[in-house]
């Protein structure tokens, strides 16, 4: 192949241009079009913000020890894109669904294979730390149908906001975690604890890029949810406490009014014994989910 010369050598003025006229050639044409628009809006970037070469010395830096921070178990890059509200983004873009479907909210990096499976009504909480909470609800297709043998996998932080695989050896393996499949009336329940919020990591240089832009680290009190069954859109999200302090502020953005729900402080007797509580009292959740069929998404 030969490279002409360009119609203009590179100045200030037409640096993008310059740049993307050389990717012409390029074998895979949506990675011109995806190089093509990054280089454009980096270069009006860096054209408004005018760095000094210090500047841009250390936004090297931050994203060479970002990497660095990188291996099989912690991701700085995703957590990045999480605080950026990427991971919301790209996520909003490749869930859009019917009006009335559920929404998705981001995975987040705690979600794990091999979760068992329990019958419905069992008590996810191996420790017996934190405050009891029943979570139930029912899952219907977007004519109000509803649907049985959905595979709801749940998974949430302690009460203290770690997950199992943040505590090994602290918390028991699957602490926490759940597979259940609604019954033919569509509905699911299980045994809790109450989330509390929790800090995403900051040990890292994320962490002290949120606390440079004087930003906090926490995310509100949820408990996630992947649910699924043939035919219809996966819904990978969360259900939300409303009284959480961090509700309006999570530091990745994953909160949608869709997701608020409402726990239900119950403190009758009758009902704590039923449900082989022993404590006073006990969270209720009521959450409703409904799937759109794979031909229904927009
Ligand atoms: C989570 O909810 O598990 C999570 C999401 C994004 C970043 C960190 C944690
Ligand atoms: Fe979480």
């Not at 280089?39 to 931050?62: C, D, G, N, S, Y």
């Not at 060479?64 to 999480?82: A, F, H, N, P, V």
């Not at 979570?135 to 906001?161: C, H, M, S, Y």
Request: charged share 30%; net charge negative; proline share 5%.
């Amino acid at each position: 192949m030969s490279f002409k010369k360009p119609k203009a050598y590179f100045t200030e003025a037409n640096s993008a241009d310059v740049v993307t006229g050389q990717n012409i050639h390029a074998k895979n044409k949506r990675l011109e079009e995806v190089m093509g628009s990054i280089t454009r809006h980096l270069h009006a970037a860096v054209k408004e913000i005018e760095p000094t070469q210090e500047e841009w010395m250390q936004a090297i830096e931050f994203l060479t020890k970002t990497g660095q921070m990188c291996d099989d178990w912690r991701q700085e890059y995703i957590l990045l894109s999480d605080i950026l509200g990427v991971s919301m983004l790209v996520d909003a873009i490749n869930s859009r669904r019917p009006v009335g479907a559920s929404e998705n909210t981001v995975l987040g990096p705690f979600h794990i294979g091999g979760t068992p499976e329990y019958e419905m009504g069992t008590n996810i909480c191996l420790d017996g730390k934190g405050e009891d909470l029943v979570v139930r609800g029912r899952v219907f297709d977007t004519e109000g149908n509803p649907l049985e043998g959905v595979k709801i996998d749940v998974w949430q932080a302690n009460d203290e906001g770690f997950y199992d695989v943040q505590q090994k050896g602290i918390q028991p393996d699957f602490n926490l975690r759940g597979v259940f499949r609604t019954g033919s009336d569509g509905s699911y329940w299980f045994k809790a604890v109450k989330p509390k919020h929790y800090s995403i990591p900051t040990d890292g240089p994320v962490g002290k890029l949120l606390e440079d832009l004087g930003r906090h680290p926490y995310r509100p009190a949820h408990l996630h949810y992947i649910l699924s069954k043939d035919g219809f859109d996966d819904v990978t999200t969360h259900i939300f406490d409303p009284n959480d302090p961090y509700i309006d502020s999570d530091s990745v953005f994953g909160v949608k009014e869709s997701l608020i729900a409402d726990f239900r402080k119950i403190d009758d007797p009758q009902k704590l014994n039923e449900l082989e509580f022993t404590g006073s009292f006990y969270w209720d959740v009521e959450f409703d989910f409904v799937l759109a069929k794979k031909r229904d998404s927009v």
